[in-house]
C-alpha cells in the first residue's frame, strides 16, 4: 500500500508535467531499442519489460530528483538500456554476482545505500525495519527491496544525483563526449567503451524527446 501511496503522489504532484510533449515517451524509448517494445523474446522472463511499462517510472525518477535537462536524461537512459540489455533485466545474471542489480546494475554496496535512503522516505514502501532485516539477509535481500518498478527505474537518477560530483553532473548536461566519459569513469567507474558510447549516442542522436 505505501507503494501505490507513493505512485498515486507522483502521479498527482507531476500529472501535467508527465504528459508534456517534451518528455521522454514510449516512442522514444523503442526507437532508440526496438527490442523494448516486446518481452516475447527473452530469457529474462518476470524481470522483462517494456517501453511502455518502463517509461512512467523513468519519467517519475526525473521529477523526484530533479533531472530536467535532456542531455542529462539521455545519459541515464542510455546507461540503463546498456546495463539492464534493454530493460530485459533487473539482476546481475552474468557472472551473477548476488545483490547486484536494478536497471542501471547497482552493486551490493550502492544498492544499500539506495535501500537506507529509501527507508528515509515517507510513503516508499521500504521501512527501516525492513532495511536493517534485508540486511540482516543479505545483499540478494536487499536488492529485492529497491528492486520494485518505481525503484529500480529511479536508481540510476538517485545514483546521479547522491554519488555523482557536482561537475560530474554539470559535465553532462552539456551533451559532450568528456561529460559522458567523465561520468562513466569518474562516478560509474567503468571504462567509455565503444558499445557504451554507442547506445549513449543513438540516445543524444534524437536532440529531444517527442511523442
Not at 510533449?21 to 522514444?28: M, T
Not at 519519467?59 to 542529462?72: A, E, K, P, V, Y
Not at 525503484?151 to 538517485?158: E, G, K, N, V, Y
Not at 561529460?179 to 565503444?194: D, E, K, R
Request: with cysteine; charged share 10%; hydrophobic share 40%.
Amino acid at each position: 500500500m505505501q507503494l501505490f501511496a507513493i505512485t498515486l503522489f507522483i502521479t498527482a504532484t507531476f500529472g501535467a508535467a508527465l504528459l508534456k510533449r517534451d518528455n521522454l515517451s514510449a516512442k522514444n524509448l523503442v526507437t532508440i531499442s526496438p527490442a523494448t517494445a516486446s518481452c516475447g523474446d527473452t530469457s529474462a522472463g518476470a524481470e522483462c519489460r517494456t517501453a511502455g511499462q518502463a517509461v512512467q517510472n523513468i519519467l517519475g525518477s526525473f521529477f523526484m530528483f530533479r533531472i530536467s535537462d535532456f542531455n542529462t536524461q539521455a545519459a541515464l537512459v542510455a546507461v540503463m538500456l546498456y546495463e539492464s540489455g534493454n530493460f530485459k533485466y533487473s539482476k546481475n545474471h552474468y557472472p551473477g554476482v548476488p545483490g547486484q542489480g536494478t536497471r542501471n546494475m547497482q552493486s551490493p554496496e550502492y544498492n544499500a545505500k539506495y535501500a537506507s535512503y529509501l527507508s528515509t522516505i515517507p510513503n516508499s514502501g521500504i521501512s527501516p525495519s525492513a532495511f536493517t532485516t534485508a540486511q540482516a539477509q543479505g545483499p540478494a535481500a536487499v536488492l529485492a527491496l529497491v528492486n520494485t518498478d518505481l525503484w529500480s527505474f529511479s536508481s540510476a537518477a538517485w545514483f546521479l544525483t547522491t554519488q555523482c560530483s557536482q561537475e560530474v553532473r554539470n559535465g553532462l548536461a552539456q551533451g559532450t563526449q568528456a561529460g559522458w566519459s567523465n561520468y562513466l569513469t569518474q562516478c560509474i567507474g567503468t571504462p567509455a567503451t565503444n558499445d557504451r558510447t554507442q547506445v549513449w549516442d543513438k540516445v543524444r542522436s534524437l536532440g529531444k524527446w517527442s511523442t
